[in-house]
C-alpha cells in the first residue's frame, strides 16, 4: 500500500446524526462532517427513520470527508452504526420495503409478549444472550414481513433483504455486491447463536425470518467489500470493518480491558462490560458479542437504556428550553442542576416508550413524581439529569451479580458526558472513578482501530498507542453513602410506572 494512503474515514451512523470522521496515521481525528437526521413517531410507541435518508446523509458526510482530505489518502473505510435498527429491501431494486425501524420502536410489544406467555423466554435467552424485547431486530424483522404484501414468502425467495444498519448501508455503498453484517450487529438481532456465532435455526423459525433474507455474518475487523457506484465517492475502496457503535466505543476506550466498563450516554444508554464467555444467569441483562477483531470472538455484559439523553432533550422541550440556541441550552444543562440543592423530592422516570434494562417492562410509561409548588424549571432539568445516572447504576448493580463481573472505572462517552455535574454526580453515586473520553467521534475512532488492525496486520498490543486520554472525575464517598437514600427513592418510583 502507498505510504500516502495514511486516513482512514470512519462512518459513524448513529440515531439523531450521520457522522464522517478522518483519522490519520497516528489515529488524529483531522476532518470531520456530520448531518442531522430526522425521526418520526407516527403511533404511539413507533419510531422510524427514512431508510433512504440515512443512507444519502451517510454519503453526504463521507464525500465530503474525502474531498477534505483528498482522495489519494484514503486508505479504508470503517463503519459503525445505531444498533438494533432495521431495515428491509428489495434486492433487486435496492430500494426499502419500508422505514427503518428504529432501537427505540416498540411496535412489536404484542408478539414479544406472546413470545413469552408461549414460554421461549429462557430458550431464546439460553442461544442468543438476550432476553425477550421490542428493542432486538428479530421482532422488527417479522414485523416487516407481516406488513409486507407476501413478505415471508418473498423473503424465502431471497427477493428480500433483511439487515442492521451495517448491511444496509454496505449493500449501497457497495452497490449490492456485498451483502454482511458484523458478529457485533448480528448478536443483537435475537437471531444468531452465540455458541456457533452463527444463524440459529430455531430462532429463525420462532421468528419466521427465512435464511434466504439475512446477511453473512463476519468478524467485525476484516474486510467486507468495495466501494462501488457511490456519488462523489471514489470506487474500490475498501470496508475493513464493521460494529455497532457501542461496541466500537467500548474497543476504543480500552481494547477491552478487565474492569474498564463502558457507558455511552446518548439519545438512550448502553453499558458493557467485557467478559471471557457467553454464559449469563442474571436474566436482567443481555449477553452479547462485543466484538469479533478478526483472531478472538470477546463477548460483552450488556445492559441498554432507551432513554438518558432523550429525556434530557423531552424535559428541555418541556419547560422550554428548547427555544434556547444550542450553546445558550448546554449552558442551562450545566449550570441549571448546580443552582439547587436537591429537586426537592422530584424523581423522574423517562420510560417515553418503555423500561430497558435491568427492568425490561415495555407497557411501563413515563412519570414525574413528588412535584410540589416550589419545584421550578432548575429541579425538573436536575431530575432529568439525575434519571441518567440512576438508570446507569440500576445496570451496573445488575452486573455485580455476575461472577466474572468487575468494576475499577466507568469509562463515559456521549454528548452528555460533557456535563461536569452528571459526571460527578455518576461517579458521587456508583461510588466508582468516571473516566470521560472527551473525543466526540469515539465510536468511529473504534471502528476506524479495528479497520487499522485488518489493514496493517496489527495485534491489539501495537493498537494501545492511539486509544484517547480520559478525564477522570474522583467520588466523594461520604456523599456517596447519602446518595444512596436518594437511589433508593428513585427505584421505588420505577416500580410506581409499572404497576
Known amino acids: 500500500m502507498s505510504v500516502n494512503k495514511d486516513i482512514i474515514i470512519a462512518l459513524d451512523e448513529g440515531t439523531t446524526n450521520a457522522k464522517a470522521v478522518a483519522l490519520d496515521a497516528k489515529g488524529h481525528v483531522v476532518a470531520s462532517f456530520s448531518q442531522a437526521l430526522a425521526i418520526q413517531t407516527p403511533h404511539e410507541g413507533w419510531v422510524e427513520q427514512s431508510a433512504e435518508l440515512l443512507v444519502a446523509a ?36 435496492g430500494q426499502p420495503i419500508a422505514p427503518a425501524l428504529s432501537w427505540q420502536c416498540s411496535r412489536t410489544a404484542a408478539f414479544c409478549h406472546q413470545l413469552r406467555e408461549q414460554g421461549h423466554g429462557p430458550r431464546i435467552k439460553a442461544a442468543t444472550g438476550l432476553p425477550i424485547a421490542p428493542l432486538f431486530s428479530g ?24 439487515g442492521t444498519v451495517d448491511s444496509w448501508l454496505l449493500w449501497q455503498l457497495t452497490q449490492g455486491q456485498s451483502f ?59 470496508v475493513m470493518a464493521m460494529i455497532g457503535d457501542s461496541h466500537a466505543a467500548l474497543f476504543a476506550h480500552g481494547l477491552g480491558a478487565e474492569g474498564c466498563v463502558k457507558a455511552t450516554y446518548g439519545t438512550g444508554s448502553s453499558v458493557m462490560a467485557p467478559v471471557s464467555s457467553a454464559h449469563c444467569d442474571v436474566s436482567a441483562l443481555a449477553t452479547t458479542v462485543a466484538w469479533h477483531d478478526g483472531e478472538t470472538l470477546v463477548y460483552g455484559l450488556e445492559g441498554n437504556i432507551p432513554h438518558t439523553g432523550d429525556a434530557v432533550a423531552w424535559m428541555a422541550d418541556s419547560t422550554g428550553l428548547s427555544e434556547l440556541s444550542q450553546a445558550e441550552l448546554i449552558h442551562e444543562l450545566n449550570t441549571l442542576p448546580r443552582s439547587v440543592d436537591s ?20 407497557n411501563a410509561r413515563g412519570m414525574i413524581h413528588g412535584l410540589s409548588r416550589g419545584v421550578k424549571r432548575a429541579h425538573l432539568i436536575r ?44 461517579a458521587d453515586l456508583l461510588g466508582c472513578p468516571v473516566m470521560r473520553s472527551d473525543v466526540p467521534e469515539l465510536s468511529a475512532m473504534g471502528a476506524a482501530l479495528l479497520a487499522r488492525k485488518a489493514l496493517f496486520n496489527l495485534t491489539t498490543t501495537q493498537l494501545r498507542q492511539y486509544l484517547p486520554e480520559h478525564v477522570t472525575f474522583t467520588p466523594d464517598m461520604a456523599r456517596h453513602a447519602r446518595l444512596q437514600t436518594r437511589w433508593q427513592a428513585w427505584q421505588e418510583t420505577v416500580e410506581r410506572v409499572r404497576t
Open 180 to 238: 454482511s453484517c458484523d458478529h457485533a450487529n448480528a448478536a443483537r438481532t435475537q437471531l444468531m447463536n452465540l455458541h456457533t456465532a452463527d444463524w440459529d435455526p430455531e430462532m429463525l423459525a420462532l421468528f419466521g425470518i427465512p435464511r434466504a433474507a439475512l446477511p453473512d455474518i463476519k468478524p467485525s475487523s476484516g474486510l467486507f467489500g468495495y466501494t462501488r457506484g457511490c456519488p462523489s465517492i471514489p470506487d474500490g475502496l475498501p
Open 139 to 162: 421482532s422488527k424483522m417479522r414485523w416487516l414481513l407481516d406488513n409486507t404484501p407476501d413478505g415471508a414468502q418473498r423473503a424465502a425467495r431471497g427477493e428480500i433483504c433483511l
Open 383 to 426: 431530575a432529568a439529569l439525575e434519571a441518567i445516572a440512576y438508570q446507569i447504576a440500576d445496570v451496573v448493580q445488575a452486573m455485580r451479580v455476575h461472577p466474572g463481573f468487575t468494576l475499577n472505572a466507568l469509562m463515559v462517552d456521549g454528548g452528555p458526558t460533557k456535563n461536569d455535574w452528571l459526571m460527578q454526580y455518576q
Open 343 to 362: 429537586t426537592l423530592g422530584v424523581y423522574f422516570v423517562p420510560a417515553l416508550t418503555g423500561l430497558g434494562a435491568p427492568w425490561w417492562d415495555e
Open 58 to 93: 451517510s454519503f453526504e458526510v463521507v464525500a465530503r470527508t474525502i474531498a477534505s482530505v483528498g482522495a489519494d489518502r484514503v486508505a479504508a473505510l470503517a463503519i459503525s452504526n445505531q444498533r438494533e435498527t432495521v431495515v428491509g429491501w428489495d434486492r433487486a431494486t
